[in-house]
Structure formats: structure tokens, C-alpha cells
């Protein structure tokens, strides 16, 4: 029972190990699409103000 439950503590461990260094791994890459997705946002607002005006 001991032994089992230790073996699943350490799995855990590894797994929670990996999760951090994913997220470490991810985080620039997340910031950099948040960045993207607001340019990308601000373009179509603009493209929007300019056609509008236009119309």
C-alpha cells in the first residue's frame, strides 16, 4: 500500500516537474499570440474607422 502510494508521489512529481517547464516553454510563445491578436485587432478597427469614413 505504502510502496504503491510513493510510486503515484513520484509520478506526480515528474508530471508536475514537466508542467512547469512546459509552461516556461509556452509563456513567451503566449505572450507573443496575445501580442498578435491585439495588432490584429487594432488593424481591423482601423480598417473598419477608414471604410466608414469613407462610405
Same mark, same amino acid.
Given at each position: $500500500?505504502?510502496? *504503491?502510494? *510513493? ?18 516553454? &509556452?509563456?513567451?510563445?503566449?505572450? =507573443?499570440? &496575445?501580442? =498578435? ?7 481591423? $478597427?482601423?480598417? &473598419? ?7
Amino acid at each position: $500500500m505504502g510502496d *504503491h502510494f *510513493h510510486r503515484i508521489n513520484k509520478q506526480n512529481r515528474l508530471i508536475s516537474v514537466l508542467y512547469r517547464e512546459a509552461e516556461l516553454k &509556452l509563456k513567451p510563445i503566449k505572450i =507573443a499570440l &496575445l501580442w =498578435a491578436f491585439d495588432i490584429y485587432l487594432s488593424l481591423i $478597427m482601423v480598417s &473598419l474607422r477608414n471604410f466608414t469614413s469613407k462610405a
